[in-house]
């Protein structure tokens, strides 16, 4: 039962590892994969490990399939082709498709978004860089006065009714007792207080 | 932070190949023996798995050599062995280090004398 899971993890890592090797000459890929594999049988039989979790650990140990496919390109003296790094067809897990081949694989940046299909830096991406403006101006200039016009007229009454309010208001405020002292008074306490306790310390 | 691994691995490029020929300077070891051994050095590998590839190029410049044999237990074993060439690559940085490590030290303040 959990034997068939780890195999699960075990194939689906060595799985992931192989697509992105796909840049490398073919023995090259061949020999890795089979190192590793005869790395991961070894250390479950000589450790007799059975839980899905201590398989995990193991995988673990060994870093990230890109993590591993970086070093492998790096010890080839090879560049890494982007479409190997993204792993060909998308990964379970997308991983940062750019990453540099020299940089520290210890450090993935996690920065970088995964898209599937730009592959290389972030401005270099043809797709999007599209002229927004120049469909819409000429077919909606019409319709676009007229909300403009719609929007004015609306503040305008927008402006209206406030003043309106207002005076209202200042009319029913004048009735009444003018509420204007409160202002004055309120920061003189806050102002005091601190002082107060400053001088009762020493004593 | 991204500096402090920066720096580890540039420390490492250069030198961990030959920690990896030294430890099969006396006696053949196997793949997974090489990297249980590294895996308990944590500021020379960050993931093993990063050592197959480093074996893999040793092997293909000719400082090491492989041969698969059978295991008493589980599946055969590549094991590794170090070539003439191999040594003398490896001797070579014995020498070139110890003065470079002077020269480093010297100038870094971190010489014991």
């Known amino acids: 039962m959990s034997i068939n899971k780890t195999d699960d993890a075990v194939a689906e890592y060595l799985q992931e590892l192989e697509l992105r090797l796909s840049g490398l000459p073919v023995l090259q890929r061949r020999e890795l994969l089979a190192d590793l594999e005869a790395h991961i049988t070894s250390e479950r039989?000589?450790?007799?490990?059975?839980?899905?979790?201590?398989?995990?650990?193991i995988l673990e140990r060994l870093g990230s399939p890109e993590v591993v496919a970086a070093a492998a390109y790096e010890e080839a003296g090879l560049l890494q082709p982007a479409g190997a790094a993204a792993g060909r067809r998308l990964p379970p897990v997308p991983p940062p498709p750019d990453e540099p081949v020299f940089r520290d694989p210890v450090a993935p940046p996690p920065y970088v978004a995964p898209p599937p299909f730009s592959a290389p830096p972030p401005f270099v991406g043809p797709?999007?860089?599209?002229?927004?403006?120049?469909?819409?101006?000429?077919?909606?200039?019409?319709?676009?006065?007229?909300?403009?016009?719609?929007?004015?007229?609306?503040?305008?009454?927008?402006?209206?009714?406030?003043?309106?309010?207002?005076?209202?208001?200042?009319?029913?405020?004048?009735?009444?007792?003018?509420?204007?002292?409160?202002?004055?008074?309120?920061?003189?306490?806050?102002?005091?207080?601190?002082?107060?306790?400053?001088?009762d310390l020493p004593d | 932070m991204a500096d402090v691994a920066q720096l580890s691995t540039s420390l490492r490029r250069g030198t961990l190949e030959f920690c990896v020929l030294a430890m099969v300077e006396h006696e053949?070891?196997?793949?997974?023996?090489?990297?249980?051994?590294?895996?308990?050095?944590?500021?020379?590998?960050?993931?093993e798995g990063t050592i197959y590839p480093l074996l893999s190029r040793l092997r293909r410049v000719g400082w090491l050599d492989s041969k698969w044999s059978e295991s008493p237990s589980g599946p055969p074993r590549r094991y590794y062995a170090l070539t003439d060439t191999g040594r003398s690559a490896l001797e070579h940085f014995r020498t070139e280090w110890v003065s470079f490590r002077q020269t480093v030290d010297r100038l870094v303040g971190t010489g014991v004398a």
């Open chain 2, 28 to 47: 053949d070891r196997y793949g997974t023996e090489i990297v249980r051994r590294f895996g308990e050095e944590r500021n020379l590998t960050a993931s």
């Open chain 1, 45 to 57: 039989i000589e450790r007799a490990v059975v839980s899905e979790g201590e398989v995990l650990e």
């Open chain 1, 127 to 199: 797709p999007v860089s599209p002229p927004p403006f120049i469909g819409h101006a000429p077919t909606k200039r019409g319709s676009g006065n007229g909300a403009r016009i719609a929007i004015a007229v609306a503040i305008i009454a927008a402006v209206f009714i406030a003043l309106g309010c207002m005076v209202g208001f200042l009319a029913l405020a004048r009735g009444s007792e003018a509420p204007e002292p409160m202002s004055g008074i309120a920061p003189e306490p806050a102002a005091t207080a601190p002082l107060h306790d400053e001088v």
